[in-house]
């Protein structure tokens, strides 16, 4: 596995299967939710979900190294999970992985892109600085949260963009280092919502 740490990254979404299956396996829809912009990301998924992926429709999709995407049709729901091959986390083991992590926000965009902007064009904006979550959030004008996690929180704010916030470190009432994404659909570019000072 080249020294790839164990993970397990599960999403639930009110998406039907077959519709998930199509934004992970269409090049021009996973642009739509999975990393941000920039100048190589079109590359990036060519090599991960085109030159180096094996698809097994409807429901799962041999990633390099040793990772593996599911599909489980829930009613009309999809469960989509993402794991090593290899090797599974040990129970109860929540310490920071960052492929892991990385997968969990993917995964979290794909959920909002296919949830509330399944037609819609993206736009992103990342910045880093140092706060709290809740700083950036209220910063930011959050309304409803997303994803509430150890390493990660998200929320959309009051004009309906997602705004995530990442740190190597547990999220906790004191300043950290953070990576904030702004997701938007239908601007150009996002409008930065007024983030801490310092963020940049």
Same mark, same amino acid.
């Given at each position: ?12 979404? %009110? !998406?039907?299967?077959? !519709? ?9 829809? &996973? ?13 990036? /998924? ?7 992926? $094996?698809?097994? =429709? #409807? %429901?799962?999709? $041999? *990633?390099? #190294?040793? @990772? ?10 999809? &469960?989509?999970? +993402? ?7 040990? #129970? ?5 992985? $960052? +492929? ?8 979290? @965009? ?23 979550? $809740? ?12 994803? %509430?996690?150890?390493?990660?929180? @998200?929320?959309?704010?009051?004009a309906g963009r997602l705004i995530g916030v990442f740190g190597s470190q547990p999220l906790a009432e004191t300043p !950290?280092? *953070?990576?904030? @994404? +702004?997701?938007?659909? =239908?601007?150009?570019?996002? /409008? %930065? ?8």
């Amino acid at each position: 596995m080249d020294g790839l740490e164990p993970f397990r990254v599960e999403v639930a979404m %009110d !998406v039907a299967r077959d !519709v998930v299956w199509r934004a992970l396996t269409e090049p021009e829809r &996973i642009r739509q939710w999975f990393g941000w912009e920039h100048e190589g990301l079109d590359a990036e /998924i060519g090599y991960i979900f085109v030159e180096h992926a $094996e698809r097994h =429709g #409807p %429901d799962r999709i $041999e *990633l390099e #190294p040793g @990772q593996r995407i599911e599909l489980a049709a829930s009613g009309a729901s999809t &469960i989509v999970r +993402i794991v090593t091959t290899e090797a599974e986390p040990a #129970p109860g083991d929540d310490g920071y992985n $960052e +492929i892991g992590e990385g997968w969990r926000c993917f995964l979290e @965009q794909l959920r909002f892109f296919l949830e509330r902007h399944p037609a819609g064009t993206r736009r992103t904006l990342r910045r880093s600085g140092t706060a709290t979550a $809740e700083e950036v959030l209220a910063a930011a004008d959050a309304e409803e949260i997303w994803v %509430d996690g150890r390493y990660q929180r @998200q929320a959309i704010d009051r004009a309906g963009r997602l705004i995530g916030v990442f740190g190597s470190q547990p999220l906790a009432e004191t300043p !950290v280092p *953070l990576a904030v @994404q +702004i997701t938007a659909f =239908g601007e150009e570019p996002p /409008i %930065d919502p007024g983030l801490p000072e310092g963020f940049g």
